[in-house]
């Protein structure tokens, strides 16, 4: 394809609808962005047999974030758009899949939990459940995901943890060894859905964004905001910790995009304003986006 036909295109009025997803190639657990300019209706498709979920971008320009989860397989992934019932070609890559496997020692009580800790446990997810049950809307942020502490890594989405010698679960978000009491900031704009002392993620703080996006906070040692409040990125939501299922003082941030977990630093790496700007438009057909205002917490 040459770059003068995009312009005849349009010249001609025959343009479509035209999309890409961001990044172009990406891993089993990261988060994706998919762009959809020229349609002035909302767009459809799925990705990997899921539903994409859009939301208005501004002009003709719609965006729906999406998870690749993690046993995603390697190559072109399976993902299909139409705009006004017309196919709109649209590739992504999947990289092969790269977790790794560690061993932690935690106290037995946190594997085979006693029968009063079950009944915790079970009201934990109760909360959970509601607090993840938001509707779906715009995002409530115009800039990317930042890190929520700055400290080292000690691990990694998808690692695959191997506790006390036998059992295995994969790790569903990045650890981040701070110290107890170090500042613990919201990765973006967005509404406190949940704060509670959960029995196995210890002291919780969960933000909702918008766009099916929610960060979660772990394992704190104080809670430094409650239920609908509004925060802005930046801010602190509570200090470092080692409550719950922990080894030692540390945050483990997650993020869910549209039901699962995905890395939340792939969330760091998807620039939205960026992908709204329309490489072909003339200053006549730019469009710009509005500023959107924060998701309002559900009654
Ligand atoms: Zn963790």
């Known amino acids: 394809m040459t770059a003068a036909l995009p312009a005849l295109a349009l010249a001609l009025g025959l343009a479509g609808a035209s999309a890409e997803v961001s990044p172009a190639r990406a891993h089993p657990g990261d988060a994706v962005l998919v762009t959809v300019r020229g349609a002035v209706a909302p767009p459809a498709g799925t990705l990997l047999g899921r539903t994409l979920r859009f939301f208005d971008a501004g002009g003709d320009v719609w965006q729906a974030v999406a998870p690749l989860p993690t046993e995603a397989p390697a190559g072109a992934a399976d993902l299909a758009l139409t705009a006004a019932g017309e196919p709109v070609p649209v590739t992504l890559e999947i990289l092969p899949a790269a977790f790794r496997s560690t061993t932690l020692d935690i106290p037995p009580r946190f594997l085979e939990p006693p029968a009063w800790a079950k009944a915790v446990m079970a009201r934990d997810q109760a909360a959970l459940g509601k607090a993840y049950a938001q509707p779906f809307g715009p995002p409530g942020f115009t800039v990317p995901f930042q890190l929520p502490a700055d400290h080292e890594r000690s691990g990694r989405f998808g690692d695959l943890r191997v506790y006390n010698g036998s059992t295995a679960g994969a790790h569903y978000g990045l650890d981040l060894a ?59 939501v509570g200090r470092i910790g080692s409550t719950g299922r922990s080894t030692g003082p540390h945050l483990h941030w997650g993020a869910k995009v549209d039901g699962l977990w995905v890395d939340p630093e792939s969330l760091m790496r998807l620039d939205w304003v960026e ?25």
Do not use: F
């Open 178 to 236: 701070g110290p107890t009491g170090a500042a613990v900031a919201a990765a973006n704009d967005g509404v406190v859905v949940l704060a509670r002392d959960c029995y196995m993620s210890g002291k919780t703080v969960l933000v909702w964004h918008g766009a099916g996006i929610y960060t979660a906070y772990l394992h704190l040692s104080k809670m430094e905001v409650k239920p609908a409040a509004r925060v802005r990125r930046g801010q602190r």
């Open 275 to 299: 992908a709204r700007a329309t490489p072909t438009s003339t200053p006549t057909s730019t469009s710009t986006p509005t500023p959107t205002s924060p998701p309002a917490p559900a009654p």
